[in-house]
């Protein structure tokens, strides 16, 4: 199966850790985190964002007094491959901004939410909600807020510029970073994982009518 070709993005997990012994020892580690990080994948029915950081470069930036933002366009294009797919996308930031809610008012999303302090307790109202049990939902975060959702969903995620403590805690990092092309890489892991990104990329070789 081709879509399971994609060693370059899972085995950077090893990067995480620290000296583990002998060459071969840290070889068959990268394995099995490849294989943890494929296996949890394959189950992923809902993907969450964190926004600063992960959506975008985690830079704030004012203009006359209001917060602007930017978003990366391929990781937009990412969601809708995602909402296409059939795997719902929710979105938990700790901050409030109209750029958020301009950016993403085109997507079929219900599941948005700012200005969130807990967000493992808004965590827990999407998932009743959606009826999905934890190992069906992968989290991408990049700072300490986003830990208590990432220790329970079955497949925790950090950008590559994440705090270094929650990439501890991550089942899988990206090569990119947040706001350039993070989202975008988790989101065609998931797709791979499950056998969907070919038949995806592939459909769009034929011309639109």
């Not at 959606?130 to 830990?147: H, K, N, R």
């Not at 970073?177 to 995806?200: C, H």
Request: glycine content about 8%; aromatic content about 6%.
């Amino acid at each position: 199966m081709p879509d399971r070709v994609m060693p370059d993005n899972i085995k950077r997990t090893s990067d995480l850790t620290t000296n583990r012994g002998t060459k071969s020892h840290a070889h068959a580690d990268a394995d099995a985190d490849a294989d943890a990080v494929l296996v949890a994948a394959k189950a992923i029915k809902l993907v969450i964002f964190d926004v600063d950081g992960v959506l975008t470069n985690g830079q704030l930036h004012f203009i006359d007094g209001k917060e602007c933002k930017s978003f990366d366009s391929q990781d937009g294009l990412g969601i809708a491959l995602l909402l296409r797919a059939g795997i719902d996308v929710a979105i938990i930031s700790g901050n409030v901004s109209t750029a958020v809610t301009a950016r993403f008012a085109k997507f079929s999303m219900p599941h948005i939410y700012q200005g969130v302090i807990d967000k493992h307790e808004k965590y827990q109202l999407i998932k009743a909600d959606l009826q999905l049990a934890d190992s069906e939902v992968a989290f991408l975060g990049d700072d300490l807020i986003d830990l208590p959702v990432m220790r329970q969903v079955g497949l925790p995620a950090a950008v590559a510029n994440a705090d270094a403590f929650v990439k501890q805690h991550s089942l899988w990092v990206s090569t990119r970073l947040g706001g350039q092309g993070a989202v975008r890489e988790f989101i065609e892991l998931i797709l791979a994982a499950q056998d969907k990104l070919t038949a995806i990329q592939a459909g769009f070789l034929t011309p639109c009518k």
